[in-house]
């Protein structure tokens, strides 16, 4: 079996390539001729080049750090590579099956992946990595209202295909009475039409991704446990399709969560923040040392930021700058947008405590700072918190970076943080 070979230097191309060419042909492969400015992103720009002719094996030769050879296996998007690495071989294919996990979840179609099979498909991977301490409960449709899940329920009542709360506890100390110490909660909205409030059919045809947030914080789990994690870590899936029939919740319905606060509905697009309240609140209510969500939740952290970076918020800058100094390690970039006290008052209502947005097209200036505040209604203030919005998950089309579909991107950082 015949491995195409990756090379890397410094210096330029020889003749007959020019100078500024990246990569070059060898007899075996290629050669990554890196610039200096920024070797990740040459690695990528290189693996996007060379991904039309790589087959199913490479090896990298010389000297290469993990996170070169990784970020250029990223950027090629195979699934199925055969991969000689030259250096940390384990570390990096735990890596690679955590990302591609993420990344299969969200590129399924959303024919194929309802609320229901979304929740089973994370809790078989996960009590796969490690049966004797995952457990995992799922509350499907009726029995969300029973709970007091009105969010999760309200957006998801559209659609025959019920929602569901996933609450997975992993647990390596043995002890059922053992501090949790980080709660992962995610927006997974299996697919999301807008619901009354009905998108574009452009802005519609990728909404198979909102589910994004769940699925990286899946991933990251999925590293977590795969790494050996001594702590104690729950999971938080908030599942639903937000559909329109006659059943769907309306503009100007009004939901009063578990912790009494009201809700009026002025945006049915704007639902990713209703079902991560509820998840939030139940990750509140097991105490953890932090809590972490993940969701792609606002156009306007896009807006903001771009593709190539997720947003973080937090009323804790240090909390919010490590996970920017997490994400630099990881090749995963974080930028952390404004989230004050007053951001919950953003969203006003004359018939509840809050709307879920203001009547604007996006929900009007500071739409994904608003966001951030309406959530942090719903978290125990004296629990560390953050909320990644992920402006980078997606492509539809590839970038000169990455393929095409789901990026994964976040999904290292925060399993570092696990770690």
Known sequence: MSYFLIQKTQTPAQSPYKPTSLISMTEQGIMIHLT???????????????????????????????LLQRSFVLALGSTHLSIKWSQQPEQLNAELMAVEFARELVNQSPQDLSPQVLAQQVVDHLQGLAPQYVTATQIVGEELVDAGWHGIYEVGRGSVRPPVLLELDYNPTGNPDAA???????????????GYSIKSSEGMLDMKCDMGGAATVSGAMSLAISQGSQQRIRLFLCCAENLISGHAYKLGDIITYKNGVTVEIVNTDAEGRLVLADGLMAASAVEPKLIIDAATLTGAAVMALGTEYNAVFSHDHQLAQRMIALGEDQAEPFWQLPLAHWHQEM?????????????????????????????????????????????????????????????????????????
């Open 36 to 66: 200096g400015q920024d070797d990740v992103r040459d690695c990528q720009k290189a693996a996007r080049l060379a991904s039309t002719f790589i087959h199913d094996h490479i090896e990298f030769v010389g000297e290469w750090t993990s």
């Open 180 to 194: 949790v110490d980080v709660a992962l909660v995610g927006k997974g909205i299996t697919f999301d039409s807008g």
């Open 347 to 419: 969203c006003p209502s004359p018939f509840a405590q809050t709307a879920n947005s203001r009547p604007q097209k996006g929900g009007g200036a500071g739409g994904a700072s608003n966001a951030a505040g309406f959530l942090a209604r719903f978290v125990d203030a004296n629990i560390p918190w953050a909320h990644i919005d992920l402006a980078g998950a997606y492509h539809r089309n590839p970038t000169p970076t990455k393929p095409a579909g789901a990026t994964g991107m976040g999904v290292l950082s925060i399993a570092q943080l696990l770690a």
